[in-house]
């Protein structure tokens, strides 16, 4: 999963951020659960990306990160063109004259890390459309110096976890104690797989 926090003019002329944003590998479960509504809130938009197992297992890890990046672009775009439209529709109404409400913007985004995923898989043959194009500006450790970048690693990860919460309520995959490792390659879980083997939603394979 990844996520994309899109921050307006508002939040930057108010100088405000929920207290306790950070670099969501920083911060507790509990803290990241309690920032989950108020950065919802906070966000002009926000969206997460997701990509399948099987997918991940079929492109490989870095081709499967830009396809859930795009699919998250794509969902904040759709809502920002919205969010526009309405806003110049109201004016239109009031001046009686039109005022752009179509009229094209620009996006530019802030990675974090030193690769650029994105922009190699963007225009692929399983890239989801995107309406406007993205510039794509990579920072090494970005959710620790951006806003923006925080609030997207903390709705993704909450997002995530939220959903191994749900799934692990399923008693096929109950073994793998999901609510409490999240997924990740705890004892437990690596036992169980050696147990039971994998399930239907476990990755097989290890390649970028």
Not at 112 to 117: E, I, L, R, T
Request: aromatic share 8%; with cysteine; glycine share 6%.
């Amino acid at each position: 999963m990844v996520g994309a926090a899109v921050i307006g003019i508002k939040q930057v002329k108010e100088n405000y951020m929920p207290e306790g944003l950070a670099d969501s590998k920083l911060l507790s479960e509990k803290r990241r659960e309690e920032l989950y509504e108020p950065l919802q809130k906070w966000c002009t938009t926000w969206a997460v990306g997701s990509c399948t197992n099987t997918e991940i297992d079929e492109w490989g890890i870095s081709y499967a990160l830009g396809v859930a990046a795009l699919k998250a672009i794509s969902k904040v775009e759709e809502d920002i063109k919205k969010l526009r439209f309405s806003v110049n529709a109201n004016t239109c109404a009031k001046l009686g004259a039109d005022s752009g409400a179509n009229s094209n913007f620009r996006i530019a985004a802030i990675l974090d890390g030193p690769c650029d995923y994105i922009d190699k898989v963007a225009n692929t043959f399983d890239a989801p459309y995107v309406p406007e194009p993205v510039k794509v500006h990579t920072l090494v450790k970005a959710d620790r110096q951006c806003a923006s970048v925080a609030a997207a690693a903390v709705l993704a990860k909450v997002t995530r976890d939220n959903l191994m919460v749900s799934l692990a309520k399923n008693p096929q995959y109950a073994a793998y104690d999901w609510a409490s490792n999240k997924g990740y390659g705890s004892l437990a879980h690596r036992n169980a797989i050696k147990k039971v083997g994998p399930s239907d939603l476990h990755r097989l394979s290890w390649h970028l």
